[in-house]
Structures are given as C-alpha cells and as structure tokens.
C-alpha cells in the first residue's frame, strides 16, 4: 500500500485469530519480479496503482528483518524456497 499522493509504503502489522499463530506480521515487498506492468498498473483515468506483495511472517522472520535488513530476509526466503500461499509454512529463520 501507498500513501495517497505518494509513493513511500506503509508497514503493515497483523495479529493472528489464535494466540498459537505462527504468521504475526505482514510484510509489505513491492512487486518487482513479474515486470513493470504489474508493478504498475495503469487505470483508465491514468492513475497509478503501485502493486505489493503482502506477504505473512514469522516472529523469527521479523527478528531476523530487524537484525539483517529486509535483503537479507528476502535471500533467506529465495534460499529457503517459501511457499508464499502457505499460511502453515515452516519459518526461514
């Protein structure tokens, strides 16, 4: 998500339904790998959406994010092969 009139993303904190959730926080990645025309996407009027990824992480993850930065947690994620859609994965960190 964006702000209106700008382009800076805004963070996103989620709170599982039960306490023994494992997926606490939403991470916000801009989509950059399926070209520009899904990074961008140009309404008729000729606005602009910016299209992000909002992808559910670990306690552990979100440890690891601080510590390391988000590069690093995305690397962990390639290396690790994260199955994105899967809301009961194993952590990466």
């Known amino acids: 998500m964006s702000q209106p009139g700008g382009d800076r993303m805004l963070e996103l904190h989620m709170f599982g339904p039960r306490p023994a959730w494992e997926l606490v926080e939403i991470l916000t990645v801009v989509v950059v790998d399926h070209g520009p025309s899904l990074e961008n996407l140009s309404l008729p009027d000729g606005s602009t959406v910016r299209c992000a990824w909002l992808i559910p992480i670990t306690s552990a993850e979100v440890r690891y994010k601080k510590k ?16 994105y859609l899967d809301p009961h994965r194993a952590s990466v960190c």
């Not at 390391?68 to 199955?83: I, P, Q, S, T, Y």
């Open 68 to 83: 390391h930065g988000l590069e690093a947690l995305e690397e962990r994620f390639e290396a690790g092969g994260l199955d």
